[in-house]
């Protein structure tokens, strides 16, 4: 895998809540300049981020429901059609992760499905697999297929804990070719971030995506 092949599976995250602008704006050059997947940007930097990027072929993600999932559906859907009309055209969704756990599998289904009716954004629903166990993993998985989304994807990357090369599998063998993987949180080293996409996943999520291209020789 060359340089600009492996960027083209990252999602460059700009998601610090004491980010400026000034900050913001020279992470999302950075992910126009280097040709990334896309750059995941909090709410706030949507706008400068379609401005930015425009004619570069980099998506523009945001989050919703982040980082807690413990939001209303109601208040999820209006997030997601306000980033849509922002520019956003990727959405990463926290699942209602109490729910998940609390086995009302219904209201999480729901909860994934109505955001992805909401938009024609590619949606990925975030499990936060650091409070769940393998099973509820796998559970999540499958919700978010029937739920319609295109990804899930490993964490936040505010849990305790984040993304995982176990995990990774785990979730790939959890739903079918038509959902794809996205690894996030704490990855640090190029070695883990090519051993997540070894393990099948189509996205990495990396904050520090300049330090790890200093690795590439």
């Known amino acids: ?4 092949e492996f960027l083209r599976y990252v999602d460059h995250s700009l998601l610090k809540p004491d980010m400026t602008e000034a900050e913001a704006a020279k992470g999302i050059r950075f ?22 990027l425009f004619g570069t072929g980099v998506a523009v993600c945001t989050v919703i429901g982040f980082p807690s999932g413990a939001h209303t559906t109601f208040a999820k859907v209006c997030e997601t059609k306000d980033m849509f009309a922002r520019g956003a055209r990727e959405m990463d969704m926290v699942v209602n992760i109490g729910a998940l756990r609390g086995g009302d599998l ?8 109505a955001v992805v009716e909401a938009t024609p954004a590619i949606v990925k629903v975030i499990l936060e697999n650091h409070y769940l166990t393998k099973e509820q993993i796998v559970t999540g998985c499958r919700l978010a297929e029937e739920g319609g989304a295109a990804f899930v ?16 599998r785990l979730m790939r063998g959890a739903v079918s070719d038509r959902v794809k993987v996205k690894a996030a949180g704490g990855i640090r ?18 904050s520090r995506t300049e330090e790890i291209l200093s690795e590439w020789s």
């Open 189 to 206: 080293r190029l070695s883990d971030a090519l051993a997540m996409i070894e393990a099948g996943c189509s996205r990495v999520g990396l």
């Open 1 to 4: 895998m060359t340089k600009e």
């Open 31 to 52: 992910a126009g300049e280097n040709r990334c997947a896309a750059v995941c940007v909090s709410p706030l930097y949507v706008e400068l981020a379609a401005e930015l």
């Open 153 to 168: 994807k490993t964490s936040t990357g505010f849990a305790p804990t984040g993304a995982t090369v176990e995990d990774c």
């Open 106 to 113: 219904v209201r999480v289904r729901r909860d994934i499905a």
